[in-house]
T-cell receptor
Framework: GAGVSQSPSNKVTEKGKDVELRCDPI?????LYWYRQSLGQGLEFLIY????????KSGLPSDRFSAERTGGSVSTLTIQRTQQEDSAVYLC??????????????FGPGTRLTVL | DAKTTQPPSMDCAEGRAANLPCNHS???????VYWYRQIHSQGPQYIIH?????ETNEMASLIITEDRKSSTLILPHATLRDTAVYYC????????????WGAGTKLIIKP
């Protein structure tokens, strides 16, 4: 079946502009995660959605970052007033959480964000 | 979640078994060991996970020491397509969400 998809695959923007990154999780997956990955580094957790529960935003680095998930499916990560240090690959993952207690995360290909 | 330690890089000859070690000396009794890999320019891919017993699936085998302080991921017959960064992560089963990622091991399969 279809995996996690993300768009755009690449985004180049100017410092100070706002950007929106989209994630389409695997159908039926109740959990959705956003991570970011700087060059040569491991993944940094940003935010987590689980069903209709309030999202856990504890990983968001500043109030310029926000995310929403509409209808329990598609999610959008918004970065306002982008800075050069926001340049990274932003990865989305979904999980069929609650199925047997195993919550393997399935990742999308990522969006490479470059802030000039 | 417990911290993991992995070598930064390893080489392996094509067709041979690749053995990737991971130390997790502070692991708790209810923490699982997960392995993911990330092929260049792609999102991470789940490989395998385990708690105490050794595990095997179509991709790999996971050997966990009796004291659970370390584990080894085994790719039995490595191919060039197995070249990737391999991440060892420990977390509580069913706990929330975030996986605490280290820098992983860059595995290079050589012809």
């Amino acid at each position: 079946g279809a995996g996690v998809s993300q768009s755009p695959s690449n985004k180049v923007t100017e410092k100070g502009k706002d950007v929106e990154l989209r994630c389409d999780p695997i159908s039926g997956h109740t959990a959705l995660y956003w991570y970011r990955q700087s060059l040569g580094q491991g993944l940094e957790f940003l935010i987590y959605f689980q069903g209709n529960s309030a999202p856990d935003k504890s990983g968001l680095p500043s109030d310029r970052f926000s995310a929403e998930r509409t209808g329990g499916s598609v999610s959008t990560l918004t970065i306002q007033r982008t800075q050069q240090e926001d340049s990274a690959v932003y990865l989305c993952a979904s999980s069929p959480r609650g199925v047997g207690g195993i919550d393997t995360q399935y990742f999308g290909p990522g969006t490479r964000l470059t802030v000039l | 979640d417990a911290k993991t330690t992995q070598p930064p890089s390893m080489d392996c000859a094509e067709g041979r078994a690749a053995n990737l070690p991971c130390n997790h000396s502070t692991i708790s009794g209810n923490e699982y060991v997960y392995w993911y890999r990330q092929i260049h320019s792609q999102g991470p891919q789940y490989i395998i996970h385990g708690l105490k017993n050794n595990e095997t699936n179509e991709m790999a085998s996971l050997i966990i020491t009796e004291d659970r302080k370390s584990s080894t991921l085994i790719l039995p017959h490595a191919t060039l397509r197995d070249t990737a960064v391999y991440y060892c992560i420990v977390r509580v089963r069913g706990s929330n969400y975030q996986l605490i990622w280290g820098a992983g091991t860059k595995l290079i399969i050589k012809p």
